[in-house]
């Protein structure tokens, strides 16, 4: 069973940045995939960024890309997601997740983060 605990959530002034970080359990971390969702408030969860294995990243959309950076440290078994630039439309909370080999954009992975709230103030 894989555990993920995320965490480096919390409030931010508009432009202003955060590293959410998110710890995973188990010995196969290195041949998972990893990605980062978030789910504000009414809305559903909507994929974020992710990162394959072998470290091939995805983005939702240019405008994330530009100012968030997905990255994983194998031999800390760690995600992290640098975000900078931050706008009071990321508000919300903010998931990792995990399913083997590649990313995919829905949320067709296996294990799943508690969350951890971002709350950007303008």
């Known amino acids: 069973q894989v555990q993920l605990a995320e965490s480096g959530g919390g409030l931010v002034q508009a432009g202003g940045s955060l590293r959410l970080s998110c710890a995973s359990s188990g010995e196969t971390f290195s041949r998972r995939a990893m990605g980062w969702f978030r789910q504000a408030p009414g809305k559903g969860r909507e994929f974020v960024a992710g990162?394959?294995?072998?470290?091939?990243?995805?983005y939702s959309e240019d405008s994330v890309k530009a100012r968030f950076t997905i990255s994983r440290d194998d031999a800390k078994n760690t995600v992290y997601l640098q975000m900078n630039s931050l706008k009071p439309e990321d508000t919300a909370v903010y998931y990792c997740?995990?399913?083997?080999?590649?990313?995919?954009?829905?949320?067709?992975?296996?294990?799943w983060g508690q969350g951890t709230q971002v709350t950007v103030s303008s």
């Open positions: 990162i394959s294995w072998e470290g091939e990243t995805k």
């Open positions: 997740a995990s399913r083997w080999w590649i990313v995919v954009t829905s949320t067709d992975y296996a294990f």
